[in-house]
Structure formats: structure tokens, C-alpha cells
């Protein structure tokens, strides 16, 4: 079976501490994408990283860096120095459905970032 | 760029009543939209998949004849909630591949619409 699971349901920090959202997914497939989503309370989602399953090296974007480790199935966000305005919940997304962009959910992970 | 709208953002209809919730990618043509549906709390579930100038692919579960789509340009598709229950309601977002950038580029979401049925 393909899932994948954000086992953090919530995550709560205080401004400036670094913080990784996990993700792990199940899949028999060899080639796939991974993506997370940032949703905020105004609803829309906020993409923030495709990554295929052939790229196994890691990006940073700014305060944003991704860990993909294809031998373990997982995809960890960290955020650094995270700042209020990180508040939201963040989806990991996989697509297996070759091309389809057929996206499965987690559960996601509602960060709250305290000043 | 890569804009998607919905509308309306919020509404609030009697049971039994239909619901038209209308998505356009505003600056982008799309051959293909997505459905879905946002329990409170919850994660989003794909409910269909919405191809111009063809049949929607529904999911498994999915009522067709409850919630009809309709993907009539390469800017606009819409769902329709039929005989609306107090079930549901939810949170549907829409969602939309930028025509010409591929398989597996990212969907580009629209600001969702909040369902509340009486």
C-alpha cells in the first residue's frame, strides 16, 4: 500500500529555535515525487519543494532545508530560526501516479511559532 | 504568477439546495484541475480529477451524480454540490496544473471555499 504519515500532529517552539517536520511514506514504486505544502490559517496552500525520488540530495532554501533519504522513505523539512509567521500546517505530499499529479496527503503538522 | 481563484470563498446554503464553487487559474491555461475536500483539522482528500473538454475521474467513494464537475475551458472548472446535506460541509479546494509545464510539476492551489449547509 502507498501512505505516507506525518506522525507530528502538532509541534510547538518559540521564535528562533530550529524546528523538522517529518515525513515518512510507503511506496513499492521506484520513481515518484515528494512535495510539502504549506497551508496557513487563511487556508490556501503554499507550495514549497518538489523533489524526485532519483534526487537524493538535499536543498536548503533560505531558513528552509529538506532531508531526503530514499533507503529510509522519508523527507524531513526543517525550519531554521523559525520566526511567527512559520505558523501554519505543513503537508507532505508524495505523488505516485506517474505524471498524474494525483498527491497524497498527510495528516500534516501545525506549527505554532511563539514570539 | 500562476494564480488560482476560487469563488466564492465561504458559503452557506439550506439542505437540499445545490452549490455551484467556481476555480479559474487567472493567469495560466490548465488541461487538468483537482478536486478536494478538507475536514477541519483534517488532510486533504482528492476527490476527482477535472479534465477539459472530458469526464471528470472520480475517486474511490466519490459520488459523481452528487458532486458534478464541469471543466468546460482551459481557465474554469467548477464543482457543483447536488441536494446538499448538512454532511457536507467542508472545506473544498481546488487545484490546478499549469498547461505545458509537465507531468509532476507543482499544482498551484486556489484560497478554498468553506461549505456550511443548514
Known amino acids: 500500500a502507498q501512505k505516507v504519515t506525518q506522525a507530528q500532529t502538532e509541534i510547538s517552539v518559540v521564535e528562533k529555535e530550529d524546528v523538522t517536520l517529518d515525513c515518512v511514506y510507503e511506496?513499492?514504486?521506484?520513481?515518484?515525487?515528494l512535495f510539502w505544502y504549506k497551508q496557513p490559517p487563511s487556508g490556501e496552500l503554499v507550495f514549497l519543494i518538489r523533489?524526485?525520488?532519483?534526487?537524493?540530495q538535499n536543498e536548503i532554501s533560505g531558513r528552509y532545508s529538506w532531508n531526503f533519504q530514499k533507503s529510509t522513505s522519508s523527507f524531513n523539512f526543517t525550519i531554521t530560526a523559525s520566526q511567527v509567521v512559520d505558523s501554519a500546517v505543513y503537508f507532505c505530499?508524495?505523488?505516485?501516479?506517474?505524471?498524474?499529479?494525483?498527491?497524497?496527503f498527510g495528516a500534516g503538522t501545525r506549527l505554532a511559532v511563539h514570539p | 504568477g500562476a494564480v488560482v481563484s476560487q469563488h466564492p470563498s465561504w458559503v452557506i446554503c439550506k439542505s437540499g439546495t445545490s452549490v455551484k464553487i467556481e476555480c479559474r487559474s487567472l493567469?495560466?491555461?490548465?488541461?487538468?484541475m483537482f478536486w478536494y475536500r478538507q475536514f477541519p483539522k483534517q488532510s486533504l482528500m482528492l476527490m476527482a480529477t477535472?479534465?477539459?473538454?472530458?469526464?471528470?475521474?472520480?475517486e474511490q467513494g466519490v459520488e459523481k451524480d452528487k458532486f458534478l464537475i464541469n471543466h468546460a475551458s482551459l481557465t474554469l472548472s467548477t464543482l457543483t454540490v447536488t441536494s446538499a446535506h448538512p454532511e457536507d460541509s467542508s472545506f473544498y479546494i481546488c487545484?490546478?496544473?499549469?498547461?505545458?509545464?509537465?507531468?509532476?510539476?507543482?499544482?498551484?492551489f486556489g484560497n478554498g471555499t468553506r461549505l456550511t449547509v443548514t
Open positions: 505530499a508524495p505523488d505516485f501516479s506517474g505524471g498524474y499529479n494525483k498527491l497524497i
Open positions: 477535472s479534465n477539459e473538454g472530458s469526464k471528470a475521474t472520480y
Open positions: 493567469d495560466f491555461q490548465a488541461t487538468t
Open positions: 511506496t513499492r514504486d521506484t520513481t515518484y515525487y
Open positions: 487545484s490546478a496544473r499549469v498547461l505545458g509545464q509537465g507531468d509532476n510539476s507543482p499544482l498551484h
Open positions: 523533489r524526485n525520488s532519483f534526487d537524493e
